[in-house]
């Protein structure tokens, strides 16, 4: 089944793109038999470690393998990236073709939370960038060319070290092949190590994103179809810190010992810096975009504490973050259809129209703040605990990120809705969007409330990750 649900999105959105008068409905079914998928994989894992395991070998002669399989921790995000797919496909108001490239995406994505051989990591991390920069080069807006420069040149820029750290990681390192397993018995140790684990740094900073290698961001959520769709894939696309998790940390240990300092200062210092500029954000995708920065910096903070509580909150706040962002990019594209604008100053005092969107508004944004009860609550609360045991002067400037983006949010928030109304009356919810609302609560109340049911399947590999480094905890 693992295969079935890979594979499924691209081979739809190819058809989708190909023959466009299949139609959203078409896109709506594919995505949501894919979420079925993955909720039925997450419904049949026992926490037996990585299940669902499938090897093939591609290039054995090398020791390429097509290898896939899922653990806790990519259960978890195949979930959110289905939900996800799904509430865009259902809620945007797009061509049908932007449609299939989103589809297209979703299998990238989902490949690089299953695959179990480095090459093949490699290939879906890179391949995702196709589609993503193609809806922003043909829906995106009058300033996209130079979006897809600086993203492309950020993306070339960290990709080539990293695919020379592969190698060294294998060939030095003495395993067999590019399968996880073999790579994780044959860590890369002494000062190979640390300039392998850098090339693995640069390439996945630049996806998390992490400070300074965030800049493109802005300029990428800005210039894309104001639907919101396009951003929350993007939002999918923060992939850095499972990369990180999964990959650089396992093969490099003492590479990412010698870059820890360093990097909890910047993940600390990022997400303070990251919310201070939201504060300045003259538009709703720009603060988006540096709200999205300051909560990686946070997730960043946990896993770099290297303890099982902030590696159980990073993931968990990845995954969390995956959901209430991308819902938030697509409330914003609700807005854009009402108002015509994405400026926070211009519109004003929308609440007396839109009680409903109101509501649903305030709902996302207390998910995204950390409300507890509501998902970011969970994962930021256990980042705090595990950076705390490792630096408390650092724990307490991404306190402070946590409560800026309260100020933020709620500050935007009310300049948009609470203040002197406009003249012209704008619809509230259709039912569309209500089954978009209902859906988006329910799964950020269930995060919330029940963190566990995701938790107990990230707490042994947040203990497995302790252990390289001495500790259970």
């Known amino acids: 089944m693992i295969h079935v649900g ?12 190909m023959l ?24 049949g894992y026992g926490g037996q470690g990585v299940a669902y395991a499938s090897q093939t070998p591609f290039l054995p002669e090398v020791g390429v393998y097509y290898a896939v399989g ?30 299939a490239l989103a589809l297209m995406m979703q299998t990238g994505l989902l490949g690089i939370f299953a695959a179990q051989d480095l090459i093949f990591f490699y290939a879906f991390f890179e391949a995702t960038l196709i589609p993503a920069l193609l809806m922003l080069w043909f829906y995106g807006g009058a300033e996209r060319l130079k979006a897809i420069y600086i993203f492309a040149l950020f993306t070339l ?10 190698f060294a990681v ?24 640390v300039l392998a684990f850098l090339g693995f740094l640069v390439a996945l900073a630049v996806k998390t994103p992490l400070f300074p290698l965030h800049a493109w961001l802005p300029s990428f959520h800005q210039q894309n179809h104001p639907s919101g769709l396009a951003d929350a894939m993007g939002t999918l696309y923060k992939v850095g810190v ?50 999205g920065v300051s909560h990686m910096g946070v997730a960043a903070l946990g896993l770099f504490s290297g303890n099982m509580e902030g590696t159980v909150g990073a993931l968990y706040l990845l995954g969390a973050s995956m959901i209430y962002g991308s819902a938030m990019f697509l409330f914003v594209g609700l807005v854009y259809k009402r108002t015509g604008s994405l400026d926070i100053l211009p519109v004003r005092g929308l609440a007396r129209h839109t009680p409903a969107l109101y ?21 930021e609360l256990m980042v705090l605990l595990g950076a705390y045991k490792v630096s408390p002067w650092l724990t307490f400037l991404a306190f402070l990120a946590v409560i800026a983006a309260a100020a933020y949010a709620l500050t935007a928030f009310q300049k948009l809705f609470q203040e002197t109304p ?52």
Do not use: C, N
């Open 6 to 17: 890979l594979w499924l999105p691209l081979l739809a959105g190819l058809s989708l793109f």
């Open 242 to 291: 499972f990369a990180l998790f999964k990959w650089a940390i396992p093969l490099m240990p003492e590479g990412f010992k010698e870059w820890q300092g360093l990097l909890l200062f910047l993940a600390a210092f990022g997400a303070l810096y990251a919310a201070w500029l939201a504060f300045s954000a003259p538009d709703w995708k720009t603060l988006l975009a540096y709200a």
């Open 157 to 166: 820029v960290g990709s080539l070290p990293m695919l020379a750290a592969i």
């Open 170 to 193: 294998r060939y030095l390192g003495g395993a067999e092949s590019f399968l996880y397993t073999d790579l994780v018995a044959h860590p890369l140790t002494g000062q190979a190590a």
């Open 359 to 379: 509501v649903l508004g305030m709902f996302l944004l207390m998910a995204m703040i950390g409300l507890p009860g509501l998902s970011g609550f969970p994962g």
């Open 20 to 43: 466009p008068s299949l139609g959203r409905t078409f896109a709506i079914v594919s995505a949501a038999v894919s979420l079925a998928i993955a909720v039925a994989l997450f419904a």
């Open 70 to 99: 899922l653990d806790g921790a990519g259960l978890l995000l195949w979930i959110a990236v289905g939900l996800v797919v799904l509430l865009g496909v259902w809620i945007a108001e797009v061509p049908v073709r932007f449609l």
């Open 422 to 473: 406009q003249a012209q009356a704008v619809p509230d919810m259709d039912t569309r969007e209500w089954g978009f609302a209902a859906v988006t609560v329910g799964v950020l109340l269930l995060m919330g409330l029940y963190p566990k049911l995701f938790t107990v399947y990230l707490e042994p590999l947040g203990k497995a990750l302790a252990a390289l480094f001495g500790g259970a905890s």
